[in-house]
């Protein structure tokens, strides 16, 4: 079974910076994850799509809110995702959840679509 845990979270000053970790274990060759992401939830809000990668190419997808302030990346010799945010704002402030998916035709944007999920890590951004 495959097992996600998210770290990082905490709480900062708007235009400060956080990094999110997530490290994958339990995952083999038969349940190959085709794709990870970052979502988000803010309370009272529906969990929403923040950035997703590739496993094989590393290719990325970010949402509009979150172009040019946050990066996701991937070090697969550590089994690990990030979320590097930059320029955070009060708006960013929610709890941070990493993804996993499993090869599919489904999109990787989709938090319906996605087969693993962690616990989540929250952020605060304070004004």
């Known amino acids: 079974q495959v097992q996600l845990v998210e770290s990082g979270g905490g709480s900062v000053q708007a235009g400060g910076s956080l990094r999110l970790s997530c490290a994958a274990s339990?995952?083999?060759?038969?349940?190959?994850?085709?794709?990870m992401g970052w979502f988000r939830q803010a309370p009272g809000k529906e969990r929403e799509w923040v950035a997703s990668?590739?496993?094989?190419?590393?290719?990325?997808f970010y949402a509009d809110s979150v172009i040019g302030r946050f990066t996701i990346s991937q070090d697969n010799a550590k089994n690990t995702l990030y979320l590097q945010m930059n320029s955070l704002k009060p708006e960013d402030t929610a709890m941070y959840y990493c993804?996993?998916?499993?090869?599919?035709?489904?999109?990787?944007?989709?938090?319906?679509?996605?087969?693993?999920w962690g616990k989540g890590t929250l952020v605060t951004i304070s004004s």
């Open positions: 990668i590739y496993t094989v190419g590393g290719r990325t």
């Open positions: 993804a996993a998916k499993e090869v599919s035709t489904s999109s990787c944007r989709v938090a319906a679509f996605m087969d693993y």
């Open positions: 339990g995952y083999t060759s038969s349940n190959h994850l085709m794709c």
